[in-house]
C-alpha cells in the first residue's frame, strides 16, 4: 500500500500558477505510476496528468489541461510534482494523487488503488 500526501494548494488568480507536491510512502515508488485528478462538487472526478514509474516523457495529459500543466516526479524524494500554469477559474478543484497499479503511466482512474485526501485549489477571475 501507498500512503499519499498531497500539498501546494491554495487561492491564485486567474493567469497564476501553483506546483502542488504528492509525497508517498510505501512500496517501492520508482516502480507504479502517479496520477493527479481533481474534483468538484456536483461532478464526477476527473484525471489530470499522469507520469510512468520512471518519469521522463512517459506522461499523459488531459486535453483541458495540456499546454498549462507539466507533471514531473523526483523518485530519490518519493514525491511528484504537479506546475500548474495560465491557471482557469474552471481547474478549480481539489487534486488528488494517486498511485497506480502498473508502471506505465495511464489517465485510466480504474488503474489506480491508492488515493491521497487532497488539496484545495481555487481559481479567482
Known amino acids: 500500500q501507498v500512503q499519499l500526501v498531497e500539498s501546494g494548494g491554495g487561492l491564485v488568480q486567474a493567469g497564476g500558477s501553483l506546483r502542488l507536491s504528492c509525497a508517498a510512502s510505501g512500496r517501492t515508488f520508482s516502480g507504479y505510476a502517479v496520477g493527479w485528478f481533481r474534483r468538484v462538487p456536483g461532478k464526477d472526478r476527473e484525471p489530470v496528468v499522469a507520469?510512468?514509474?520512471?518519469?521522463?516523457?512517459?506522461?499523459r495529459i488531459a486535453n483541458s489541461v495540456k499546454g498549462r500543466f507539466t507533471i514531473s516526479r523526483d523518485n530519490a524524494k518519493n514525491t511528484v510534482y504537479l506546475q500548474m500554469n495560465s491557471l482557469k477559474p474552471e481547474d478549480t478543484g481539489v487534486y488528488v494523487c494517486?498511485?497506480?497499479?502498473?508502471?506505465?503511466?495511464?489517465?485510466?482512474?480504474?488503474?489506480?488503488?491508492?488515493w491521497g485526501q487532497g488539496t484545495q485549489v481555487t481559481v479567482s477571475s
Open positions: 494517486a498511485a497506480g497499479k502498473y508502471y506505465l503511466a495511464t489517465l485510466n482512474q480504474d488503474d489506480y488503488i491508492d
Open positions: 507520469i510512468g514509474g520512471s518519469g521522463g516523457s512517459n506522461t
